[in-house]
């Protein structure tokens, strides 16, 4: 039996099957996860109304796929922040659960149209991970006015290295008016979503 030919349907039917045991295994960790979301957002003070998945509406991005699912949607009270979506991606090397920040937003005040804007961590030096500075790339307008906000850029650089390991993404959506602001799943810290909302506020001034 000739190994290398048959290698690759091996893979495939093993792909498949991790796939498949990682989605039924996701049934039961998602609402464990958005269960200690929810308990999170109240024990920080934060107003919401957990929304009906099933009822909300297409253009928050509850549509989705297989692989890519939604979990919990929350409508925000009194903040920057409009909605918080939790979604998850399956595949054959596991599950990974992302949290977007939803803002509303009118692209029509913009001349230009808007462009992703990423935030990167400037390390001390490569074998030392405390973050000595925070760039925003991307979208010359709001990356601009983001890195000359000193004071947001302390709060960031405070936070990342304690807790926040990965970026932060904002991605404008002018099909569906909203501005995403993408994230790993983390617990935020009364910091990371007190900057969050900040930078909401930003987007909102801005488009």
Known sequence: MDIA?????????????LFRYFISKRKKDAPKKIQTFD??????GVKFDELDKKSA??????KLSLGHKPEGLFALKGRNIDFILVTSVAS??????YIEYLIKSNFDLRKEPARKTRMSKKKKSLFRSEVVDIVWTGDSY????????????YRLIQAVSKEFKSGILIEPDPKHGFTRIKTNYILPS??????????ARYVKSQI
């Not at 709001?142 to 850029?153: C, F, G, I, T, V």
């Open 5 to 17: 030919k048959i290698a690759p349907t091996i893979l495939a039917v093993l792909g498949a099957f």
């Open 39 to 44: 308990q999170h957002l109240l024990g920080m």
């Open 57 to 62: 509406p297409e253009e928050l991005g509850m």
């Open 92 to 97: 054959q090397y596991g599950v990974n659960y």
């Open 142 to 153: 709001l990356s601009q006015r983001l890195n000359m906000d000193y004071d947001l850029k």
């Open 190 to 199: 009364q910091e990371i979503f007190g900057a969050i909302d900040y930078i």
